[in-house]
């Protein structure tokens, strides 16, 4: 144009003849922006958790929420039940238990009463032995005294009836024995029925024989 001559270029200015005009060029690589949480910012070393799926694990947005499940309306009354049943079953354990104790006790009970009605038998009914009126009074008043004690500690209540029979049993053979003893008419063969009701009535006691 007329009388304008451009001048050389100095780093980005074009100088005119009395004007200097600065011209600014765009960067070609501009500076990275600041990291706002979008990706892993260029150049640094903290690389973001890499989430890997194996065919165990499912999608956060597939998988059940975390909150408690609402329990069963069912779940406090089947417990109840249970618990029910299960003292049940132990009272009722302890109650055969028990019950088999106490009835092994009856049953050495009974057998020490005939041992002790069987040996009665054999001191008194002795043929030709001359009666001892104090000694017989003496061994009947003892049996009376186990008889009583063995009725009043029973504790398997269906044996009390069987103690009171047994007792009974004794009271007569003992009265049978002393009017034969006192006369002198014992025979081995009056022994020997004695012996034999008495065992009779025991095992009936115990269950042994009907």
């Given at each position: 144009?007329?009388?304008?001559?451009?001048?050389?270029?100095?780093?980005?200015?074009?100088?005119?003849?009395?004007?200097?005009?600065?011209?600014?060029?765009?960067?070609?690589?501009?500076?990275?922006?600041?990291?706002?949480?979008?990706?892993?910012?260029?150049?640094?070393?903290?690389?973001?958790?890499?989430?890997?799926?194996?065919?165990?694990?499912?999608?956060?947005?597939?998988?059940?929420?975390?909150?408690?499940?609402?329990?069963?309306?069912?779940?406090?009354?089947?417990?109840?039940?249970?618990?029910?049943?299960?003292?049940?079953?132990?009272?009722?354990?302890?109650?055969?238990?028990?019950?088999?104790f106490?009835?092994?006790?009856?049953?050495?009970?009974i057998?020490?009463?005939?041992?002790?009605e069987?040996?009665?038998?054999?001191?008194?009914?002795?043929?030709?032995?001359?009666?001892?009126?104090?000694?017989?009074?003496?061994?009947?008043?003892?049996?009376?005294?186990?008889?009583?004690?063995?009725?009043?500690?029973?504790?398997?209540?269906?044996?009390?009836?069987?103690?009171?029979?047994?007792?009974?049993?004794?009271?007569?053979?003992?009265?049978?024995?002393?009017s034969?003893?006192?006369?002198?008419?014992?025979?081995?063969?009056?022994?020997?029925?004695?012996?034999?009701?008495?065992?009779?009535?025991?095992?009936?006691?115990?269950?042994?024989?009907t």
């Amino acid at each position: 144009m007329g009388g304008l001559s451009p001048l050389p270029l100095d780093k980005g200015k074009v100088r005119s003849r009395g004007h200097t005009v600065e011209l600014t060029r765009t960067n070609p690589h501009p500076p990275p922006l600041p990291y706002e949480g979008r990706g892993v910012p260029a150049g640094s070393r903290h690389a973001m958790p890499l989430h890997v799926l194996t065919c165990g694990t499912e999608p956060a947005q597939d998988r059940e929420p975390n909150t408690p499940r609402p329990m069963n309306r069912n779940t406090p009354k089947n417990f109840i039940v249970r618990n029910v049943f299960l003292c049940a079953a132990a009272i009722l354990i302890t109650s055969c238990g028990t019950a088999t104790f106490t009835k092994t006790g009856s049953d050495a009970t009974i057998e020490s009463l005939r041992n002790f009605e069987l040996a009665f038998i054999d001191e008194f009914a002795v043929p030709g032995k001359k009666f001892n009126a104090a000694a017989f009074n003496a061994k009947v008043n003892e049996g009376n005294a186990m008889f009583q004690q063995a009725i009043a500690n029973e504790k398997f209540t269906a044996r009390r009836p069987v103690l009171i029979d047994l007792k009974q049993k004794f009271d007569n053979d003992a009265t049978h024995l002393r009017s034969k003893a006192s006369q002198g008419k014992v025979t081995p063969a009056l022994a020997a029925e004695m012996k034999k009701s008495v065992n009779k009535i025991y095992d009936h006691a115990l269950g042994r024989q009907t």
